[in-house]
């Protein structure tokens, strides 16, 4: 699998998976663009990016998914094509938990960011960013999604209903696109996965027990790859296809 120079956007690689991801495609030699909100981590990220490969470039892009505009938005393509001559990939990972509460006590400014980030954000970063997908051999669009995006359970609230949400949304492009673009769209539950957000959602957890971000490296690979061009599956979860990847 040839990911030296492929460009590939990871939202939310700041932290937790995405920035294992990016350390990773980076030592691959894929340029990485790092969407995040904190500049501060961002950059400690940034200093962690491979560089071996003598094209390879690497991009910061500071930004509040919460307050995602049409100008925002367009303002990230600018910045990319600036960079970059097209891009490869984009991995729709940022997201935030929320409140885990009952639905009746949800705090509505609370609601509204979790769905902004989580679901809002993918949407119109999709859409913007398409037509520079477009430009390259074996372009990709993967979106996170979670246990709770297929089964309703007390308390996940705003976060379950986001990624029910996102769950269609990922649907809804890979149809569209199916037909008028080499684009393929995937949607990835990664499963229980050590990091600050999954000790938010269950502190009695003992971390130890769950895998690290970087078990989830194979399947990522999988998406990128050739063999996932003529997949017709668009959902996958990380206990299945983990098993697949393996076995091939
Ligand atoms: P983390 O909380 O560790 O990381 C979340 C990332 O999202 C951070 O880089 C954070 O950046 C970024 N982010 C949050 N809010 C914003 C915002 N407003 N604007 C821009 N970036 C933002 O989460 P995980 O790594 O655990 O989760 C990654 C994905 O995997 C999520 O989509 C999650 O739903 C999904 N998932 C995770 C599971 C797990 O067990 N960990 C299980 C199932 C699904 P910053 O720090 O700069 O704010």
């Known amino acids: 699998m040839d990911l030296l120079n ?7 690689a700041s932290d937790g998976i995405g920035e294992v991801l990016a350390v990773e495609f980076s030592k691959l030699g894929s340029n990485i663009i790092l969407l995040a ?3 501060s981590k961002l950059d400690k990220v ?6 071996s490969f003598s094209s390879q470039k690497h991009l910061i892009l500071q930004a509040d998914l919460n307050l995602l505009s049409n100008e925002s ?7 990319i094509t600036e960079e970059f001559t ?3 990939g984009i991995i729709h ?5 929320g409140t885990m509460t009952t639905l009746e006590d949800y705090e509505l400014s609370k609601w ?3 769905l902004n980030i989580n679901l809002r954000a993918p949407f119109l970063l999709t859409k913007t960013l398409k037509s520079i997908l477009e430009d ?19 308390f996940w609230g705003a976060y379950s209903v986001s990624k029910f949400g996102l769950k269609g949304l990922a649907e809804i492009f890979a149809n569209e696109l199916e037909t008028t673009s080499s684009i393929k769209v995937f949607n990835f539950d990664p499963g229980a996965t050590q990091t600050k957000m999954r000790a938010s959602a269950r502190p009695a957890e003992d971390p130890n027990s769950i895998k690290t971000p970087d078990a989830l490296m194979d399947c990522y690979l999988w998406f990128f790859s050739e063999e996932s061009s003529n997949s017709t599956e668009r959902y996958f979860e990380y206990a299945d296809l983990s098993k697949k990847v393996t076995s091939t």
């Open 112 to 114: 509204d960011e979790v």
């Open 86 to 88: 097209c891009l490869d």
């Open 46 to 51: 940034y200093d962690r990016l491979d560089n």
């Open 37 to 39: 909100r904190d500049p």
């Open 93 to 97: 990972n940022a997201a935030i938990l």
């Open 136 to 154: 390259s051999t074996l372009p990709r669009i993967i979106f996170t999604s979670s246990g709770v995006a297929n089964i309703g359970r007390a």
């Open 73 to 79: 938005a367009h303002e990230i393509l600018r910045a």
């Open 6 to 12: 492929k460009t590939i956007l990871i939202t939310g």
